[in-house]
């Protein structure tokens, strides 16, 4: 019988060793209900609850230091919260300011959270994105929570604009995959680095997917000459993106259109053969066109025309 | 009218014609004759057979620019670099401008390569290109217009002929 109790106890930790303490508290609720129907000496109970505590402790920052996770980035200039001063001054510097250039030139500033090792937030994720969207209210940011020396053990969430917090297979992949990348590296602080700079990269991916480009449009006019105007823009985009290949078919087109001219212009033309009988015993011509004056200024050329008519018929 | 009779007519006027260019009335300075030499080599270049002479006299009262123009045309000389072509070159297929500069009259002479081609109407739209110009007393501008004129009308009529014989 005693045996029997002792490996019941032996399933029921095991239970609690393997139940995740973030997202199921469901292991140490069942085992502690075990426990008490079982008839355990005193010592035990003390060891049970000392370890129970001992895990809470370790495992969960304190409520203000959530906060400081969640909410920190309001009062913080740069994009890396540290509030444990994981890492030093030298460190914090190199990634303020890869972040820095990140957020230059990307449509989604990067916003950093470090973890200590072992370290775990109490939230599991469905309650973690209400606060990012309060936190990150209409703001685009890609926010996560970095656990130092583990880095495929990222918590990373994508906040859209009015969308907040999205979920999609292509935001996981990209932290998926910088953290594998990251995580050949020995050095728990050149795999941060890794990843801060493998994520810049991949995030480009990921803003051409879910922000495409908008037209700037300064003009204050009503919507109809707003639309004419973006209409005209979107001509004037693709024509500045296709200028060079205009500019040598206008150019082929012109020195085209020159030589067609050219060689018209230099065309020779000869006159049809015809047999012409000779007259007046002339032997290369006799064909006189008519004659007009030019001593009168008041005699026009109309009235010469209709007098050589005349003497036509 | 036959040709002897216009011989005993205009024998006495120079018939030798250089470079294109016959001045007989004495009118053209050397920059004049330059350019109107331009303007003669302007219109020749395009066609195949076809030589142009430009002829400033000053006829008598018996004489006529339609005579004067046919006599040269058929007894001229005409050289060119001071080379007689008058053997060598076609005179059938030669167009001569007559300006007669004592009774301001102009007339146009061709040869029997133009027969049918250029129609009397066409041959006084040519010859009025210039009206103005002489009118003004400007012969050369005057002699310009009308050989531009000629050459495009010279044009459209062999094209026009060529159109004709090939559907016939």
Redesign the interface.
Known sequence: MNISKYIIVYLCFFNTLTADPNTDNQGLNITEKILTELDLPNWFWGGAHNFANIVNNLEQPEDELLNQYLYGFSTIATGLNDPLNVLNKEEQQIITKLISEHDMKSAFPLYINILNTGQQLPLIRAQIKPRLNHAFKNRNALVMFYHMNDPRNVDGYLCLDEKGVIENWEVDELYIKSARDASIHINSFDQLEHFVRDLSKRSYWLEQKLMPPVLADNSNNSDLSSKTHSHWNKWFTILSDHIIALSLAIFTILIGLWYFLWSR????????D?K?P?R????????????????D?RAS?SEQ?KK?KNN?L | ????RLSQNYQNINSKVHDGVHDEAGLLSIEMRRKMKNAIQLCEQ?????SIAVSLVALKDNQ???GY??WL??NGQFFRNHIDHSDTV?????VILVLDAK???????????????IK?KE??D???TG?AS??EGNIVL?CEQILKALKET??KA??R??KK?RIS
């Open positions: 212009k230099w065309r020779k033309f000869v006159i049809p015809q012409t000779l007046f015993g002339a032997h290369h011509g006799a064909n006189i066109s008519n004659v007009i004056e030019f001593s200024p050329l025309y050589i036509d | 009218m036959t040709l002897e395009q066609f195949v057979g076809v006529t620019p339609t123009g046919f045309h058929n076609d005179g059938r297929g030669r009774a301001k009259r102009i007339a146009l002479s061709y040869g029997y390569y133009f027969d049918g081609h009397d041959n006084f040519i010859l009025s009206h002489l009118l005057g010279l044009k062999i094209l002929s060529i014989q």
